[in-house]
């Protein structure tokens, strides 16, 4: 157990709709990274935060938008769903902003129907 | 931009059989380098790092050196069991106080007793 927890583990939906990703991250960590994990994609980074100020952008989508909150628990929205954002979804934290260690939580698995 | 390849998959193997899966890099300046091991419906876990030229990573019988004039930090086992199969991911993050995750596409590992 990484001590990062996602929810919901599951989430079918249909194409055009939106949803909300949770990760709460380890005690401690200030820095969370959502990162998408697709069969064609392989995994891929998707955005960071540290204390509540997004620092680095990946291959997000503007569909895309996270925030991570005061209590440094962080969401991911998707809107207008495509059937190709069916993929995992995983939260990271680490300790501070650079060269840290980061922890997985167990990801979100998305069905876009 | 920065990336990863590793060997494609999968790797199918017998119990204590020796382990070798290839990884090589393109990125600019000194990055850090990883292991990342994820198990059938888990999150991915930290098997190992090596933060500068020549490190050695190790854990739980792996082992990766860090090769700078090559490019490379192949993963090796000795003697794999059955509990090792999983999917490898190599990874590594530029040292430039953001330490956004580039992975491979990851490599399966099949160990059959």
């Known amino acids: 157990d990484s001590g990062v927890t996602q929810t919901p583990k599951h989430l079918i939906t249909a194409t055009g709709q939106r949803v909300t990703l949770r990760c709460s991250p380890r005690?401690?960590?200030?820095?969370v990274y959502w990162y998408q994990q697709s069969l064609d994609q392989g995994l891929q980074f998707l955005i960071q935060?540290?204390?509540?100020?997004?620092?680095a952008k990946g291959n997000i989508l503007e569909r895309f938008s996270a925030q991570q909150f005061p209590d440094l628990h962080s969401e991911l929205n998707l809107s207008s769903l495509e059937l190709g954002d069916s993929a995992l979804y995983f939260c990271?934290?680490?300790?501070?902003?650079?060269?840290?260690?980061?922890?997985f939580g167990p990801g979100t698995r998305l069905t876009v129907l | 931009g920065d990336s990863v390849t590793q060997m494609e998959g999968p790797v199918t193997l017998s119990e204590e059989a020796c382990l070798t899966i290839?990884?090589?890099?393109?990125?600019?300046?000194?990055?850090?380098l990883f292991w990342y091991v994820q198990y059938p419906g888990e999150g991915l876990q930290l098997l190992l790092k090596?933060?500068?030229?020549?490190d050695k990573g190790s854990n739980k019988g792996f082992e990766a050196t860090y090769r700078k004039e090559t490019t490379s930090f192949h993963l090796e086992k000795g003697s794999v069991q059955v509990s090792d199969s999983a999917v490898y991911f190599c990874?590594?993050?530029?040292?430039?106080?953001?330490?956004?995750?580039?992975f491979g596409k990851g490599t399966m590992l099949l160990v059959s007793p």
């Open positions: 990271a934290s680490s300790l501070r902003l650079g060269g840290n260690e980061q922890f």
């Open positions: 290839n990884c090589t890099y393109t990125a600019t300046g000194y990055p850090s």
């Open positions: 005690s401690g960590d200030l820095s």
């Open positions: 935060y540290y204390n509540g100020e997004e620092r």
């Open positions: 990874a590594l993050t530029a040292n430039s106080g953001y330490s956004t995750l580039t």
């Open positions: 090596a933060t500068k030229a020549d």
